[in-house]
């Protein structure tokens, strides 16, 4: 594992910024985990997220549709449509409670780097709905 250490936080070496299509997404496996890593190129951000789908359990994120809600990036699932915000991860269109864990991610160089120390902390794919009231404008 390509792991670059800075006390409790833990950056993992992912890509090239030339290996991730410009407004689209890829598969990074850290170990065992699949994570989801965007690059929003028309806003010049990048995103990471878990790669598994919390509603069926597809490893499908990556393969998603990025846009925007609200000004807020987010990736809809492409098997149910499910959509999540790539800042907070919470589902956007949903009553179920679903949210899948992100990731900061820093682009140095021309390489892509993922904080992974995420990984070692509890999370459950379920939020409370109460917490997340309707947000529109």
């Not at 833990?10 to 850290?30: L, M, Q, R, S």
């Not at 956007?92 to 892509?112: A, D, F, H």
Request: hydrophobic residues 35%; negative net charge; glycine residues 6%.
């Amino acid at each position: 594992m390509n792991v670059i250490a800075n006390s409790a936080v833990e950056w993992y070496f992912a890509c090239h910024i030339t290996d991730v299509p410009h407004n689209g997404g890829v598969c990074v496996k850290v170990e065992d985990t699949q994570i989801a890593l965007f690059h929003f190129a028309h806003r010049d951000e990048w995103f990471a997220s878990d790669n598994e789908c919390p509603h069926r359990k597809q490893m499908a994120i990556s393969r998603g549709m990025l846009g925007s809600h609200h000004g807020e990036p987010k990736v809809a699932c492409p098997f149910h449509k499910k959509t999540f915000s790539l800042t907070d991860g919470r589902c956007l269109n949903s009553e179920e409670g679903l949210s899948i864990r992100t990731y900061p991610v820093k682009v140095e160089e021309g390489k892509v780097f993922i904080n992974i120390a995420a990984l070692n902390q509890p999370f459950t794919s379920t939020i409370q709905t109460d917490a997340y009231e309707d947000q529109t404008d």
